[in-house]
């Protein structure tokens, strides 16, 4: 219910913006081809015909600081969703999932709030399916892939966007029904990041260390060279190894 399908558009993300205040919950906006894909800070996204490029429209009654446990929770829902089809994926934080170490999917999450209550959020998810990694342009390849290179074959779309949007309302009814801490656990089993050595980059600074775990927030907990735990809120992840 309540989808609206394109042929092609700038980004889905805009236009689930602009729908959101006059929609229920729940719609999503699904476009074969995106002309102005959009990435988190401020990249572009190529989205050729054959990926699945969506945007889905959420009113959750919780504050701001909760979007980011709802973008580890679709990332999770993708996780699993690949995971139904034997695709051994894994959750980077924040917003990616991977397939043999390489990104497949990326999610941009833009809220609109007024103080600290969420009007609405938009969840754009971007999955590279039926295409090739020669399709993306180069210098927004970086260490991605796409489900077809890795599994030799076509999926069908509307049978994985039926799955994973299946998903993502079981998560979405636990995240509203049960603490955090519940779907945490499951990220964390499913997390490529968590053990590792990373470098985060933030607006003013970096951080190096090592990843010990998720916070309930949806933090990344690093362990700093001197030993302390930091609580790192939003930034950009590099594995250092
Ligand atoms: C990232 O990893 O930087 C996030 C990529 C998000 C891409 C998706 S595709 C559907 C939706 N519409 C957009 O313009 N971006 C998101």
Known sequence: ?????????????????????????????????????????????????????????????VALSAASRLTLTVGLSVTNTLIQYGIPARIKWPNDV????????????????????????????????????????????????????????????VDFLQKLLHEMEQQYIRFNTQPFGEILSDIVSLSDTVGRDVKVTMPNRIVEGKVVGISKSGALLLKKEDGEVEEIIAGRCIYSK
Not at 32 to 55: C, D, M, N, V, Y
Not at 118 to 138: C, H, Q, T, Y
Request: charged letters at 30%.
């Open 1 to 61: 219910k309540n989808i609206h399908y394109y042929d092609e558009a700038g980004s889905s993300n805009d236009i689930a913006k602009k729908l959101a205040p006059v929609v229920e919950e729940g719609t999503i906006i699904v476009v074969e081809q995106q002309t102005g894909g959009r990435g988190r800070l401020g990249r572009k996204w190529a989205s050729p015909k054959g990926g699945i490029w969506f945007s889905i429209i959420l009113k959750p009654k």
């Open 98 to 157: 991977l397939i043999n170490g390489k990104k497949v999917c990326g999610i941009l999450t833009e809220v609109e709030a007024e103080i600290d209550t969420i009007e609405f959020v938009i969840i754009g998810v971007g999955i590279n399916a039926n295409m090739s990694l020669k399709d993306i342009p180069e210098d927004l390849r970086e260490n991605s892939t796409t489900l077809r290179d890795e599994i030799g074959k076509s999926i069908d779309r």
